[in-house]
């Protein structure tokens, strides 16, 4: 079974830093993109980073660029999100979701999500 | 970017309609256009990639049409367990964009 399990989030303050993690198992991690989209409160989904299977290959929001790093380690089968410099707009739920190749390059499997709150 | 925009809003049906959302591109996304169901409290789920193809699992009553720029999600006889919030997607060009979701909603 395919399971993607994000960690991490939290309350922060603004110009504070978090760390997420996706931990993934039940497929063969190295061989897929990955990418992180975000919900606000009561609000529609956006894309915000992407990275392809050997990590070489990385893609950004512009709202985010230059704030956030998207990175792996394929010994881990984990995915991070470094987010730097947070403001108010980033508070959100952050899931991970993998890229099917079988798909179309679609989300196809996505995880419960990890909430980020911004505020002082 | 590529906006997409999403119509209805909101789609008020009973169990049993036909159920027909609608996604426009600002430019032509090929047929780069996918479809997610999401329930609250729950992940999106993919039912639709590139215009026209089911993911694995999704019943037959779930259709996607379309090219360029006018796309067409179709439910053709609603079951209760799809009254969710639906949302499309491009991957034609970056940055990846989503449309703002719309609700269908049990009249």
């Known amino acids: 079974e395919v399971q993607l399990l994000e960690s991490g989030g939290g309350l922060v303050q603004p110009g504070g830093s978090l760390r997420l993690s996706c931990t993934a198992s039940g497929f063969s991690f190295r061989n897929y993109a990955m990418t992180w989209v975000r919900q606000a409160p009561g609000k529609g989904l956006e894309w915000v980073s992407g990275i392809g299977g050997s990590g070489g290959s990385t893609s950004y929001a512009d709202s985010v660029r230059g704030r956030f790093t998207i990175s792996r380690d394929n010994s881990k089968n984990t995915l991070y999100l470094q987010m730097n410099s947070l403001t108010a707009e980033d508070t959100a739920v952050y899931h991970c979701?993998?890229?099917?190749?079988?798909?179309?390059?679609?989300?196809?499997?996505w995880g419960q999500g990890t909430p980020v709150t911004v505020s002082s | 970017d590529i906006v997409l925009t999403q119509s209805p809003a909101t789609l008020s049906l009973s169990p049993g309609e036909r159920a027909t959302l609608s996604c426009r591109a600002s430019?032509?996304?090929?047929?780069?256009l996918a479809w997610y169901q999401q329930k609250p409290g729950q992940a999106p789920r993919l039912l639709i990639y590139d215009t026209s193809n089911r993911a694995t699992g999704i019943p037959a009553r779930f259709s996607g049409s379309g090219s360029g720029t006018d796309f067409t999600l179709t439910i053709s006889s609603l079951e209760p367990e799809d009254f969710a919030v639906y949302y499309c997607q491009q991957r034609s060009n970056w940055p990846i964009t989503f449309g703002q979701g719309t609700r269908l909603e049990i009249k």
């Open positions: 430019q032509s996304v090929s047929s780069y």
């Open positions: 979701a993998s890229r099917e190749p079988a798909a179309g390059l679609a989300f196809y499997y």
